[in-house]
């Protein structure tokens, strides 16, 4: 969809780069099992962790050109949904994920429905208004401690062997891996020409046959979903939940920040800005503090807005030419 | 024969001004209609009404017999009624060939491959003379490059009726016969055209009927030099 097709050779074939990638996580699974220092796991995590919601925020973000400002909404409800199904049933991780992605697709069903009618700026100031709906909500749900938070016991063993935060980076090794997978089918498919149609000029897609009110609104789904999945392993990870860290302002912006340092037209775009702007966070904390890596996030994506609106997805397709 | 079109008591409000007043218009299946008026005086307005881009306040208007008030303008290009914007709109982030795409992954009533989506994309850039430019991007056309590929993306949507508005401004001489020439070989396809033209030559050759359009109004439908002659298409004209 990049443009250059018809120049250059074939891109490679749907089920060829779902090979891949299946190859790609088992290599770092095997690599993974040599690895007894647990820091890297914790490092990788996030890593990974923003793979998933960049590539599933950029479905629509990128893909479509309509910007949601309430990732934060759905990682926080993965999150708690899985809080509470683990402290009623005690149900294992991966049924826990499942479920945080149906209830985030759903809200994302409710929220597409009623907000897609509205075009650009408008759908993103929803997005917002329902972020601070469902904080209010949740600090209110004593069931899962409410403004004081819970407690999560994370299991000392993961079911592979190794540690539990061993596991959670499989388990979002996984997930991220699927998530770009399916970023990078739908970019392929009709339903990728049929966005990049609505983000161009909606009027004039409709005009085409293409469905844009459906289209916007699985699209949403999708992404509610991919989103919801990243928030369900996280009461694990941090083992204390309360709604400051589900609702972190952290997520929110590199979420949103780290697609366009990418560049937000092809699924690599979200990958190269998550793994860039997470290591760059992940230095910044352990060499200066914590404090700073907001300002650096905020500070590279000025410049990037205004150096390099393509990315640097953008940046070297300029050079090619 | 029954109509293809049929719009009945058409009518369209800006806020208090009255953009359409009660249009009647019935296209026969297969016809070549010619729609004439100055400016500001409808002609895009009624488009976009009929196509279901805007939303009309008054009236009904059906297709092969279904009624289209209620539906939104993806189905109605489904059902066969494709139109071109007077401003080209592009999608500016997709090549010229990618363009076509759109319409017929989504326009058409069978799931094309995609190698029949190339060949039937690149056989109509290369009815416009866009073939060569498959590749580029809409921003690097020029403004009449960019018209042909308005034309050609909704001809790609398989229309049974094609509303062609101003497709040939800025044409020259030699490109306007080569635009008549490619609507009229699609109309000895079947296809019903309507053409929304200032160009008189153009409008001449091609249009087998003529409806003109005064102010919202519609005020002569007929043989297209009975309504050349007709006095108050004339007088709005000559007003201008
Ligand atoms: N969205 C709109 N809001 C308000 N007024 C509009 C809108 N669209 C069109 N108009 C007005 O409606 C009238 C008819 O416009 P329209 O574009 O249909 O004319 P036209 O016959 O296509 O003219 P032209 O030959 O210049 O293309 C004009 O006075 C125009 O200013
Ligand atoms: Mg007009």
Redesign the interface.
């Known amino acids: 969809?990049t443009?250059?097709a018809?120049?250059s050779r074939p891109p490679m074939g749907t089920l060829a780069f779902w090979c891949w990638a299946a190859a790609f996580t088992g290599v770092v699974y095997l690599a993974g099992r040599w690895v007894t220092n647990d820091y890297v796991f914790f490092a990788g995590y996030i890593v990974l962790q923003y793979v998933l919601l960049a590539t599933a925020w950029n479905i629509l973000g990128g893909y479509a050109g309509y910007v949601n400002f309430g990732t934060a909404a759905f990682f926080a409800i993965g999150a708690y949904i899985s809080t509470a199904l683990n402290k009623w049933l005690g149900l294992p991780l991966p049924v826990l994920i499942l479920a945080g992605a149906a209830v985030c697709g759903l809200i994302g069903l409710l929220m597409g429905g009623l907000t897609l009618k509205l075009q650009g700026v408008f759908f993103s100031i929803a997005t917002l208004a329902l972020a601070i709906v469902t904080q209010a909500l949740i600090t209110n749900w004593e069931y899962v401690g409410g403004a004081a938070g819970a407690y999560v016991i994370r299991p000392s063993r993961g079911p592979l062997g190794g540690s539990y935060v061993e596991y959670l980076f499989y388990t979002m090794l996984l997930l991220a891996t699927l998530a770009v997978c399916i970023a990078r089918t739908v970019e392929r498919s009709?339903a990728g020409?049929?966005l990049?149609?609505i983000?161009?000029?909606e009027?004039?897609?409709?005009?085409?046959?293409?469905?844009?009110?459906k289209l916007k609104v699985a699209t949403t789904v999708l992404s509610g979903a991919l989103m919801g999945a990243a928030g369900a392993p996280l009461p694990f990870f941090v083992t204390y939940l309360d709604p400051p860290s589900a609702f972190n302002l952290a997520v929110a912006v590199n979420t949103i920040a780290m697609p366009l340092v990418g560049g937000t037209?092809t699924w690599i775009g979200p990958v190269i800005g998550a793994v860039l702007l997470s290591i760059v966070q992940e230095a910044a904390m352990v060499t200066i503090s914590s404090a700073v890596n907001l300002l650096l996030v905020g500070l590279i994506m000025i410049g990037f807005i205004t150096l390099a609106p393509n990315g640097i997805m953008g940046l070297l397709r300029g050079r090619r030419r | 024969m029954a109509a293809l079109l049929d719009v009945q008591g058409l009518g369209k409000r800006f806020g208090g001004f009255t953009a359409l007043a009660d249009i009647d218009l019935q296209v026969a299946a297969g016809e070549r209609l010619g729609l004439i008026g100055p400016n500001g005086s409808g002609k895009s307005t009624f488009v976009n009404c009929i196509s279901g881009t805007l939303r009309h306040d008054s009236g009904r208007v059906t297709l092969g017999g279904q009624l289209l008030d209620a539906l939104p303008p993806h189905q109605r290009t489904r059902l066969g009624l494709a139109r071109s914007f007077q401003l080209p709109r592009p999608f500016g982030s997709l090549t010229v060939a990618e363009n076509l795409r759109v319409p017929l992954l989504y326009a058409g009533a069978t799931k094309l491959s995609d190698a029949e989506c190339r060949e039937r994309g690149m056989a109509l850039l290369g009815q416009v003379g866009l073939a060569d430019k498959a590749a580029q991007r809409p921003r690097e056309l020029t403004q009449i490059e960019q018209r042909k590929l308005e034309l050609a993306r909704a001809m790609a949507a398989g229309p049974r009726l094609l509303i062609a508005d101003e497709s040939m401004a800025g044409l020259s001489n030699a490109e306007v016969d080569e635009i008549v020439d490619l609507l009229l070989r699609l109309n000895g396809q079947g296809v019903t055209i309507i053409m929304i033209e200032h160009i008189m030559r153009a409008v001449m050759a091609f249009s087998q009927r003529l409806v003109c359009f005064v102010a919202g109004r519609k005020v002569a439908d007929g043989l297209p030099e009975e309504v050349v002659r007709n006095p108050e298409v004339e007088r709005a004209y000559l007003g201008e």
């Open positions: 969809m443009g250059d018809p120049l009709a020409y049929g990049a149609a983000r161009d000029d009027a004039a897609a409709e005009a085409a046959g293409v469905p844009t009110m037209a």
